[in-house]
T-cell receptor, first 115, second 112 residues
Framework: DQQVKQNSPSLSVQEGRISILNCDYT??????FLWYKKYPAEGPTFLIS?????DKNEDGRFTVFLNKSAKHLSLHIVPSQPGDSAVYFC??????????????FGTGTRLTIIP | NAGVTQTPKFRILKIGQSMTLQCTQD?????MYWYRQDPGMGLKLIYY???????DKGEVPNGYNVSRSTTEDFPLRLELAAPSQTSVYFC???????????FGPGTRLLVL
């Protein structure tokens, strides 16, 4: 049962344009969400996060939007740069896991920025 | 500042062999995790630890064992390697009170 879903396995975007990566979840007890970025042959690196008490969090070119009623979050990258080409994972934490917090990961979206 | 280190980077095992994947972190983090990533899939949690001497199973623990004798080290043991354990293994750690996990570079394991 995939509780965190990234339905687009891949996405191609022109350099300078906006990249929008989507993530849906089914568990209403998730209260914290993170985006990780992964280059080939490297471990995932943390990008940006959002608590369920917010609907938007911004960090430079990266913005994450959370729509709790739709159980949907999205990552916006603007403007997109060639170095943004990577696999992006959405992850979520349940509010019920107090003290033993674990993350549930989506399957990832491969973003390719076209120069 | 090394962060999370993993050894080896790559290993080929024969069916039935055993091996230990090493993971060390130098950030004094309480929590440590082992994940596996299969092609086209997300990261699945194998085992985790909330501190030295305390470990617990994750989503896919069968075929693996862990121990946590120190804060820094969290080795993952495969006792009888099977082709289904062919995967990339990531170790991660985080500090108490924070949700961000820091990942190592991964170990690619091929079981033939």
């Amino acid at each position: 049962d995939q509780q965190v879903k990234q339905n687009s396995p891949s996405l191609s975007v022109q350099e300078g344009r906006i990249s929008i990566l989507n993530c849906d979840y089914t568990n209403s007890m998730f209260d914290y969400f993170l985006w990780y970025k992964k280059y080939p042959a490297e471990g995932p690196t943390f990008l940006i996060s959002i608590s369920s008490i917010k609907d938007k969090n911004e960090d430079g070119r990266f913005t994450v939007f959370l729509n709790k009623s739709a159980k949907h979050l999205s990552l916006h990258i603007v403007p997109s740069q060639p170095g943004d080409s990577a696999v992006y994972f959405c992850a979520a934490k349940s509010g019920l896991d107090f003290g033993n917090e674990k993350l549930t990961f989506g399957t990832g979206t491969r973003l390719t920025i076209i120069p | 500042n090394a962060g999370v280190t993993q050894t080896p980077k790559f290993r080929i095992l024969k069916i039935g062999q055993s091996m230990t994947l090493q993971c060390t972190q130098d950030m004094n983090h309480n929590y440590m995790y082992w994940y596996r990533q299969d092609p086209g899939m997300g990261l699945k949690l194998i085992y985790y630890s909330v501190g030295a001497g305390i470990t617990d199973k994750g989503e896919v623990p069968n075929g693996y064992n862990v121990s946590r004798s120190t804060t820094e080290d969290f080795p993952l043991r495969l006792e009888l390697a099977a082709p289904s354990q062919t995967s990339v293994y990531f170790c991660a750690s985080r500090t108490l009170g924070a949700q961000t996990q820091y990942f190592g570079p991964g170990t690619r394991l091929l079981v033939l």
